[in-house]
C-alpha cells in the first residue's frame, strides 16, 4: 500500500483500484502492506507463527500502540533530541540488519494493524483521492500488515550491496499468506509457500535511464531489485502489452511468468454532460500557486470568458520524459496560425527536473494563455477532459497512460505521441504525431480542432468510449481471478 500514501494519479490511483478490486473477487482476502517510503514505522500488534493476531495485551494498550504507527506513517522531523536520535539509529541499522539477517534464515516480522479505530486515517489517507465513499467500509475494514523498514532505505541497502557483489534484500516472514502483490520491483524476499506477484508498470529506469530522477540510482535500484524478484521465482503482472515486451527485452527468461492485465480506469471518469459554463472557474480556482508571476496578466479575466475558451489539455507530471516543452511549442505554431485564441490547460504536479520547462513556460503564465494547475479533483478534471478541443499525451516513454483513457471516458477526444504503449493501450480511438516533431504534433491537433473535423471528432469519441471500456473494472478484474488462480495452483 506504500504509493496509496503518496500522490493522486498513476501509480498511487492503481494501488488503490486494485485493492479495492481484487477485495470484490471471490475466493480473495486481501490484507494490505502498510510500509512508508522513508519513515521507519512503530510496530503494530502481534502476530502468531500462523498469522493470527496474537493475545497477551488490554485493549487501551492496543490502541495506544496502534496510535503510535499511524503517527510514524506521517510525522514530520522529531519533536526531540532523543527521539531524533532514535529514529537515526533506526534508519540505519534496521534495514541493513535486515538484509543481513536473510543471510543466515531471519526473517523481518511483519505486524498487524488494526484499522477498526482509525478509519479516519485509513480512509482519508490512502483511499479517498481514488475511491467513492462507497467503498469505505469495505476499505477500512480489511486487514493490514506493518512492515517497519522504509521502502527507499531498503533498496538503498540492495544497491550498496550489490556494488560490493552480492545484492542483500530482507525476507520478510509472509507466512499464512498465499500471495503478495508489489507495486514495482520489490527490494524484499517472501517467506516460503508466498508467490510473489510485481505489477510491473514499465521498464523506464533501464530502458530510458535518462529521463529519471537520480538516475544512476534509480536505475540500479529498479535493476537490482527486479533481478532479485526473478530469481525468487516472481510472476509479473504488465500493465500493458508494450510494457511485457519492454520487460521481456532485459530479462526473456521471463516470459512464461509475465502476463498483461491493464490498469483500471477510476470510477470517476464517466461521459460528462455538464456545460463549459465551470471551466473558466476551475482554471482560476487550481492555478498552481508556485509558479504564479507577480505582474503579470490576470489570466482569469484576460482569457477566460463565459465558457468559451478553446483549449487544449494535458495532464501529467511536469518532468522532461513527459514532452511539455514539444508541446508548447506546437501550442505556439497553432497560436500563430489558424488559432491565435487558443489555451493551453497544463494539469499536474512538478516533478524532476522541471526548471527548464517553466523557465519555458514563464513568458506565457505571466502573459495569459498558458494555464498550469495542480490539485484538480476528479469531478472537476472530467468537465476539463470533456470540453478541451483535444487532450494531449506527447510523452517520449509511458507504461500506460491514464491521461487518455479518462480522456475517452470523459467523452473528449485525444492526441498521442506514436509510441508503442499509446497505440497498444489507445488502439485506434486517438489521433497519432510523431513525440520528436512539434510541426507534426501541430498538424495532428489541427487535424482535430478545425471546424471541418466535427466528423472525425465524434468518430474518435465512439472509438473511445469503445476502446475504454476494456479497461473497466469489471472488464479487468476477471483477468486478475484467472491469473491468481494460475498462479497459486
Known amino acids: 500500500m506504500r ?23 471471490e475466493g480473495v482476502e486481501v490484507i494490505g502492506l502498510l510500509q512508508s517510503g522513508n519513515l521507519v514505522l512503530e510496530r503494530g500488534l502481534p502476530l502468531n507463527r500462523n498469522g493470527s493476531l496474537a493475545g497477551g495485551q488490554a485493549a487501551p494498550d492496543q490502541i495506544e500502540r496502534l496510535s503510535q504507527v499511524v503517527v510514524s506513517l506521517q510525522q514530520g522531523p522529531a519533536s526531540h533530541r532523543f527521539e531524533h536520535l532514535r529514529k537515526r539509529l533506526l534508519k540505519l541499522v534496521g534495514p541493513l540488519g535486515a538484509a543481513v539477517g536473510a543471510l543466515v534464515g531471519r526473517q523481518v516480522p511483519l505486524t498487524a494493524f488494526d484499522p477498526t479505530h482509525f478509519k479516519d486515517f485509513v480512509w482519508r489517507a490512502m483511499f479517498a483521492k481514488s475511491l467513492p465513499i462507497e467503498d469505505f467500509d469495505a476499505v477500512t475494514q480489511r486487514e493490514f ?16 550491496s550489490a556494488a560490493c557483489g552480492h545484492a542483500l534484500y530482507p525476507r520478510l516472514n509472509t507466512r499464512g499468506i498465499d500471495l503478495m502483490i508489489a507495486e514495482t520491483p520489490y527490494p524484499g524476499r517472501v517467506s516460503r509457500g508466498t508467490r510473489m506477484v510485481v505489477r510491473y508498470h514499465d521498464a523506464i529506469p533501464l530502458l530510458m535511464p535518462h529521463t529519471i530522477k537520480d538516475r544512476g540510482y534509480h536505475s540500479a535500484m529498479h535493476y537490482h531489485a527486479l533481478r532479485r524478484n526473478a530469481a525468487d521465482g516472481a510472476w509479473f503482472a504488465c500493465v500493458s502489452e508494450a510494457t511485457r515486451q519492454d520487460l521481456l527485452s532485459v530479462m526473456p527468461a521471463l516470459e512464461p511468468r509475465a502476463v498483461t492485465i491493464p490498469n483500471m480506469v477510476s470510477h470517476h471518469f464517466v461521459a460528462e ?21 507577480a ?27 513527459k514532452n511539455h516543452i514539444a508541446l508548447l511549442d506546437a501550442w505556439e505554431l497553432l497560436r500563430s496560425g489558424a488559432c491565435p485564441q487558443l489555451n493551453l490547460v497544463c494539469v499536474g504536479s512538478m516533478g524532476w527536473d522541471h526548471t527548464t520547462i517553466l523557465q519555458r513556460f514563464a513568458p506565457w503564465l505571466a502573459r495569459g494563455g498558458l494555464h498550469l494547475l495542480e490539485n484538480v479533483p476528479s469531478d472537476d478534471l472530467r468537465l476539463l477532459y470533456r ?64 471546424p471541418a473535423a466535427e466528423a472525425r471528432r ?22 486478475w481471478q484467472d491469473f491468481l488462480r494460475r498462479v497459486v495452483a
Request: with cysteine.
Open 3 to 25: 504509493p496509496s500514501l503518496d500522490g493522486h494519479s498513476g501509480i498511487p490511483q492503481e494501488a488503490r483500484l486494485l485493492f479495492r478490486g481484487l477485495g470484490q473477487l
Open 145 to 160: 500488515r506493518v512492515m517497519r523498514w522504509p521502502w527507499s532505505l531498503v533498496n538503498a541497502v540492495g544497491v550498496a
Open 273 to 293: 454532460h455538464a456545460p463549459a459554463d465551470r471551466v473558466p472557474e476551475i482554471i482560476w480556482s487550481r492555478k498552481n500557486r508556485h509558479v504564479q508571476h
Open 295 to 321: 505582474g503579470g496578466a490576470d489570466i482569469a479575466q484576460a482569457d477566460l470568458n463565459q465558457g468559451k475558451l478553446p483549449y487544449l489539455l494535458m495532464v501529467s507530471t511536469v518532468e522532461p520524459r
Open 387 to 450: 470540453h478541451a478541443q483535444a487532450t494531449v499525451c506527447p510523452s517520449f516513454g509511458e507504461g500506460f497512460d491514464f491521461s487518455g483513457i479518462e480522456a475517452m471516458r470523459s467523452g473528449g477526444v485525444v492526441a498521442a505521441s506514436d509510441i508503442r504503449v499509446h497505440t497498444d493501450v489507445f488502439g485506434a480511438a486517438a489521433e497519432y504525431f510523431s513525440a520528436y516533431s512539434a510541426q507534426d504534433m501541430a498538424s495532428a491537433i489541427a487535424r482535430l480542432i478545425e
Open 458 to 479: 465524434e468518430a474518435l469519441r465512439q472509438e473511445g468510449d469503445r476502446v475504454s471500456q476494456q479497461y473497466l473494472p469489471e472488464r479487468v478484474l476477471p483477468q
